[in-house]
């Protein structure tokens, strides 16, 4: 093993050699994308030729180079200027999905497929090609709904669930784009994995309420197993106690006892 100050060679990484095309914006793209970048892969990231990436723009704050927020979900990756409305540019990007392993977007439902980018484009030319598709209530009925990290937090039952009694709260990050990015990255290596046994590609389709309805765990199978509504409870557990914020002499204590013992 080297020594931890020693980074490790791009040759050693998992995913060295594989191609990622990235044509995703603002979060659950980018985080999956950047994930498959630590790994090792190589990712190229398809962005407007003027504005770019949305989250360019999102601050304060900023660091000396970037705002902070396009920041924490692209590292390691190559960016190219598209536009992607022009016909120029329209075969540049199906030249790249064309040779890449993986191709990733989270283009509103329909968008790629209107630009000659959709999942049979591709793979008519690409036929191993795992696609991967975001949304953010699926490309059904759900198709034509904004995908906002916020909304998909209501609409999913978090906030239902986060936040004292009276007062519904959102989480203080975007969790359910990091839960989506963290489905994608996890469903990307499983195809690339079954592609390495059999040859064959795949198309992935997530979107946000279905990744948070999973996340919801013990609260979601509270109302299926017994039909029990959960309810915000603040820092109490729905479940075992103690399990919350106490109130002592000095300053409120966090106590979480997992058993009687």
Not at 57 to 75: C, D, I, K, L, Q
Not at 114 to 133: F, K, T
Not at 198 to 214: K, P, Y
């Amino acid at each position: 093993m080297p020594p931890a100050t020693t980074a490790p060679s791009p040759a050693s990484l998992p995913l060295d050699g594989v191609l990622v095309a990235d044509f995703s914006r603002v979060l659950a793209g980018p985080l999956a994308t950047m994930t498959l970048a630590d790994l090792g892969a190589r990712v190229i990231k398809v962005e407007h030729p003027e504005r770019g990436d949305d989250t360019r723009g999102w601050a304060p704050p900023r660091s000396a180079t970037s705002a902070t927020y396009f920041e924490s979900v692209n590292r390691n990756k190559e960016s190219v200027g598209w536009d992607l409305k022009d016909p120029e540019d329209q075969r540049r990007a199906a030249a790249l999905a064309a040779r890449a392993d993986v191709v990733v977007h989270n283009l509103k439902p329909g968008t790629m497929e209107r630009l000659g980018l959709g999942y049979d484009d591709v793979a008519r030319e690409n036929p191993s090609v795992v696609y991967a598709a975001v949304s953010g209530f699926g490309d059904r009925e759900g198709r034509d709904l904004p995908g906002y990290d916020f909304i998909v937090q209501a609409a999913g039952g978090l906030m239902s669930i986060t936040g004292e009694p009276d007062a519904p709260m959102k989480a203080g990050v975007a969790l359910v784009d990091v839960l989506t990015a963290k489905d994608l990255t996890a469903g990307v290596l499983a195809a690339l994995l079954r592609r390495e046994r059999t040859g064959e590609g795949a198309h992935l389709r997530l979107n946000l309420l279905s990744s948070l309805q999973g996340a919801l765990a013990n609260q979601g199978q509270a109302w299926l197993g017994a039909g029990v509504v959960p309810r915000r409870m603040g820092n109490d557990h729905p479940s075992i106690a103690p399990y919350q914020l106490l109130a002592c002499r000095d300053a409120p204590l966090a106590v979480a006892i997992g058993n009687d013992a």
